[in-house]
């Protein structure tokens, strides 16, 4: 089914389970621990031991030698394989450094051999006694240092990453007020609570993993180039995930040195990353650099802005798209935006989380905060009279549905902002200083093809197959509720199975895609069911309405348990028309912060976010997704860094008691508003992603907050007492 035009009313606009709060069926299997994760897999093949990956113990170099013998003695021992003992795979997408194989070093903890054992303690204890030698060589460690001589970003379509309109420098100095301020945000990880974990067999020349991974299809195909074989004899299945946020796109190495296990053991083996190389090994959020200069008028009208970015990545990967919000926010005639990419030998960085938004929020949003304070206006006014409904650098571009002013308005008055102190450092509460703050949001409303299959058996029950993911977002839920709303059964009746890439492709879990593409996907596999059903009943399948099980057609009524057993496969595509516009979301958010007065800690009081997503599938999950948003944001601003050793070229702070992650308790109040719109040029739907959104903007509404509060303002990324612990007000 393609989708060519935008949607009129349909029978989403009188739904009954679509949009309707509804808990998580899944939440049962995953609050009594008997959800499968990757590792968790035992039944799922006989024989299964234990992999332990050994990483690099330094950041670039050579292997110049590795004595392995002393590891192969060990008890329990099966089999090692080494990375100058094996020519390096390939690279699947996503892939910057070789995940394995050769005697080159390109980061810190690089998996260069693999111990498999009959016990996990036995591989773990034979990993300590290999003894490797390194040529070391220098590398670059230092975004600040490498920065001023960065190149253009040429990673997105091979252009330099730079866009003009107008004459941004000439109206900038023209300008009444002027803006010019640099802000720095750091490394970041994701920290996803289940490591990366996989379980690999093999028959002979097909492999199965059993893995913990977003994107089935995508990774289906890499595995193939990976290891150099046909993608048709690889089989992934991912039926849940404890988090991911964009460091489980793509294959890692748990998934190529669990295969690699396999085949030279002649077992089955299991292998998860150890929580350092979960910072190291795998992907983090690049840290950036970031300019921003606006030029307003006395009325608060931006007449020039320019916002420029610069990110590190290890060579041939990319760099952090700080400016991507900026390109679509607010209105201005004259415009410069621009990323750089500096070469780093770090750890490779890739998309977490809103990857681009989040960060270049940070500053934008902040930037914002600061030219009201220059202009003496309410910062929520100055992002009002900069609304636009046409892509500011494309004009000729509309939104299809924009309501930020609506988000800006409703939660200024649901915050209580008109009784914010304007002050900075001028409220206290006992031995608290108070302070609130805002911020508006963005995140782009992609959507991507997707496909599944339904099966309605004789008892009238409903079975959707799709390789889509669950992240922990509660895809199986509102899958479950698309599929019994077009086919008019109660959501108990409807079975939902996921992540396994046997089942039809679908767009995956990413990007904020994944809840409008695939229910849209799923939207069409129910389509030609009810087609085949009014094929073998002789009616119009298109034409006839199905409710509570039964069927009404001119008249006439048939059970759904007449049409015997079916299935259908449907797949949803889209059309150029979509080109005509910028689909994106929106949102405000608002933060009331408690500063210790004599020590400087911090606390959350409470939170905000009005979004703007289309239809909202279910409110219930939704909100979920927005209040861990939050939480994240917080963390962003407050304590997350990875700390770099400049001078070994490694993060220092990987594991969860030096990476501090804030948590739900650590926030008394969040409150989660969702405008009632909805967006015809997305899908049928009419639905747009929101768990990213929430992410974009939280973290500048606290920095903003925190400034309204002290009085100080801190341009460097996280916010940590230190920072500003020796300017507080006198006491």
């Known amino acids: 089914m393609e989708y060519n035009a935008p949607a009129g009313k349909n029978l989403f606009d009188n739904a009954k389970v679509v949009g309707k709060p509804t808990r998580r069926i899944d939440g049962p299997l995953k609050t009594t621990g008997t959800a499968p994760y990757a590792y968790e897999r035992h039944d799922v093949v006989p024989g299964q031991v234990y992999g332990y990956v050994l990483g690099a113990?330094?950041?670039?170099?050579?292997?110049?030698?590795?004595?392995?013998?002393?590891?192969?003695?060990?008890?329990?021992?099966?089999?090692?394989?080494?990375?100058?003992?094996?020519?390096?795979?390939?690279?699947?997408?996503?892939?910057?450094?070789?995940?394995?194989?050769?005697?080159?070093?390109?980061?810190?903890?690089?998996?260069?051999?693999?111990?498999?054992?009959?016990?996990?303690?036995?591989?773990?204890?034979?990993?300590?006694?290999?003894?490797?030698?390194?040529?070391?060589?220098?590398?670059?460690?230092?975004?600040?240092?490498?920065?001023?001589?960065?190149?253009?970003?040429?990673?997105?379509g091979g252009e330099p990453d730079q866009v003009r309109t107008g004459d941004f420098e000439a109206a900038y100095h023209a300008a009444y007020v002027q803006l010019d301020e640099r802000y720095t945000t750091p490394d970041e990880s994701h920290a996803m609570m289940e490591p990366h974990a996989s379980i690999a067999a093999w028959e002979g020349e097909k492999l199965t993993l059993w893995t913990s991974n977003q994107m089935i299809a995508w990774n289906k195909g890499s595995v193939g180039d990976i290891l150099d074989m046909e993608p048709d004899n690889v089989r992934l299945d991912s039926p849940y995930l404890g988090g991911g946020f964009g460091g489980k796109l793509f294959v890692r190495a748990d998934a190529v040195l669990a295969a690699l296990g396999?085949?030279?053991?002649?077992?089955?083996?299991?292998?998860?990353?150890?929580?350092?190389?979960?910072?190291?090994?795998?992907?983090?959020?690049?840290?950036?650099?970031?300019?921003?200069?606006?030029?307003?008028?006395?009325?608060?009208?931006?007449?020039?802005?320019?916002?420029?970015?610069?990110?590190?990545?290890?060579?041939?990967?990319?760099?952090?798209?700080?400016?991507?919000?900026?390109?679509?926010?607010?209105?201005?005639?004259?415009?410069?935006?621009?990323?750089?990419?500096?070469?780093?030998?770090?750890?490779?960085?890739?998309?977490?989380?809103?990857?681009?938004?989040?960060?270049?929020?940070?500053?934008?949003?902040?930037?914002?905060?600061?030219?009201?304070?220059?202009?003496?206006?309410?910062?929520?006014?100055?992002?009002?009279?900069?609304?636009?409904?046409?892509?500011?650098?494309?004009?000729?571009?509309?939104?299809?549905?924009?309501?930020?002013?609506?988000?800006?308005?409703?939660?200024?008055?649901?915050?209580?902002?008109?009784?914010?102190?304007?002050?900075?450092?001028?409220?206290?509460?006992?031995?608290?200083?108070?302070?609130?703050?805002?911020?508006?949001?963005?995140?782009?409303?992609?959507?991507?093809?997707?496909?599944?299959?339904?099966?309605?058996?004789r008892r009238g029950r409903v079975t959707v197959e799709t390789d889509m993911t669950d992240i922990g977002t509660g895809s199986y839920t509102i899958i479950a509720q698309t599929a019994a709303e077009v086919m008019g059964v109660p959501l108990k009746q409807v079975t939902v199975r996921l992540g396994d890439s046997a089942y039809p492709a679908s767009a995956g879990s990413g990007g904020q895609w994944g809840a409008a593409s695939s229910t849209a996907g799923v939207y069409a596999a129910c389509v030609n069911l009810r087609r085949a059903i009014g094929e073998k009943l002789g009616f119009d399948g298109d034409a006839a309405t199905f409710d509570n099980s039964r069927i009404a057609v001119d008249g006439g009524s048939f059970a759904l348990t007449d049409a015997g057993a079916l299935s259908a496969t449907g797949e949803m595509t889209y059309g150029d028309f979509q080109d005509d516009y910028s689909v994106g979301t929106f949102a405000s958010h608002f933060c009331e912060i408690a500063v210790d007065a004599y020590t400087g800690e911090s606390f959350i009081r409470r939170m905000l976010s009005v979004c703007d997503a289309g239809r909202i599938l279910n409110p219930v999950s939704a909100r979920s997704q927005v209040i861990g948003a939050m939480a994240m944001s917080v963390g962003a601003t407050l304590t997350e860094e990875l700390a770099v050793d400049k001078r070994f070229g490694f993060f220092v702070n990987h594991d969860m008691a030096g990476y501090e992650v804030p948590v739900h308790a650590d926030i008394p109040h969040q409150e989660v508003v969702f405008l009632d719109t909805l967006d015809p040029v997305i899908s049928p739907m009419k639905a747009k992603g929101v768990g990213e959104l929430g992410i974009c903007g939280p973290t500048a509404a606290v920095a903003n907050a925190l400034y309204n509060a002290t009085g100080i303002r801190v341009r460097e990324y996280p916010l940590t007492l230190d920072k500003y612990l020796d300017r507080l007000p006198a006491v």
């Open 262 to 457: 396999a085949k030279a053991a002649g077992r089955p083996v299991k292998v998860m990353l150890q929580r350092p190389l979960i910072y190291n090994n795998t992907t983090h959020r690049p840290a950036s650099i970031q300019r921003l200069r606006i030029g307003a008028g006395k009325d608060g009208r931006i007449s020039a802005i320019a916002h420029e970015g610069w990110s590190g990545n290890l060579p041939g990967g990319s760099g952090e798209n700080t400016v991507q919000q900026t390109r679509q926010l607010y209105a201005g005639d004259h415009r410069l935006t621009a990323n750089y990419l500096a070469t780093l030998d770090l750890p490779e960085g890739n998309a977490m989380r809103a990857p681009g938004e989040a960060s270049g929020h940070m500053a934008l949003e902040v930037a914002m905060d600061e030219l009201a304070e220059k202009l003496d206006m309410c910062p929520v006014e100055l992002r009002i009279v900069n609304d636009t409904q046409t892509v500011p650098d494309e004009p000729e571009i509309k939104f299809s549905d924009r309501n930020l002013v609506r988000c800006l308005r409703e939660g200024a008055e649901r915050f209580g902002w008109a009784n914010r102190n304007k002050t900075p450092g001028g409220l206290r509460d006992g031995r608290w200083l108070i302070g609130m703050g805002m911020a508006a949001g963005y995140r782009n409303g992609p959507v991507g093809k997707s496909a599944a299959r339904v099966k309605l058996d």
């Open 57 to 156: 113990g330094i950041a670039k170099g050579r292997i110049a030698a590795m004595d392995v013998s002393a590891a192969r003695a060990m008890p329990g021992v099966l089999a090692i394989v080494t990375a100058p003992d094996t020519k390096p795979v390939g690279k699947g997408m996503g892939n910057t450094a070789p995940l394995f194989g050769g005697r080159d070093i390109a980061h810190y903890h690089q998996a260069i051999a693999l111990v498999v054992a009959e016990t996990f303690e036995q591989a773990r204890a034979a990993s300590s006694v290999i003894r490797v030698e390194y040529e070391r060589q220098k590398g670059a460690f230092d975004l600040a240092s490498a920065a001023p001589g960065a190149p253009l970003d040429t990673t997105r």
